[in-house]
């Protein structure tokens, strides 16, 4: 789904949206911000490229952190719950994977973790991208709008 229609059912529907980016480093938001009237539904992100940052940032839990590293479905979930908790808004976005070109803690680069935080509602999608850093980051961007669009449609 395209931002402007995200925007345009965020507007509709009168709610918000936040995001936690790690691998997209903001990203997510930047796209957002770039439609016109996104002010009214967009509360803001959280850049949390370094995996301390993620801990004290969102409130992922150090535990988890350590156990499985910053690449994994329960971070970019704990980070959806942390944008929106934080930031006060509707939906919360979480992103976390590797865009390359080198692995991270065992996990290959393309796997990005997309969590979405929301009204009972707390998922996260995996995605095995191709590509370059740019076209992990794009699709990771893309993920994200498509996961949050099925719960707004």
């Known amino acids: 789904m395209k931002a402007e229609t995200l925007i345009t059912h965020l507007i509709e529907r009168g709610e918000t949206v936040a995001t936690a980016e790690s691998l997209t480093a903001g990203l997510v938001c930047a796209t957002l911000t770039e439609v016109p009237g996104s002010s009214a ?15 004290k940032l969102a409130g992922v839990e150090e535990g988890l952190l350590a156990a499985h590293g910053a690449v994994h479905p329960e971070v970019a979930a704990q980070l959806a719950v942390g944008a929106r908790d934080r930031c006060g808004a509707t939906w ?22 997309v969590g979405l935080a929301g009204p009972d509602t707390l998922t996260v999608r995996t995605l095995d991208l191709s590509g370059d850093r740019a076209a992990v980051r794009a699709g990771a961007v893309s993920g994200a709008f498509a996961l949050l669009g099925e719960h707004l449609a």
């Open 92 to 113: 919360g976005l979480g992103l976390t994977g590797v865009a390359g070109p080198d692995g991270q803690d065992g996990v290959a680069p393309g796997v990005v973790h």
């Open 41 to 55: 539904v967009v509360r803001g992100g959280l850049v949390v490229y370094a995996t301390d940052l993620k801990a």
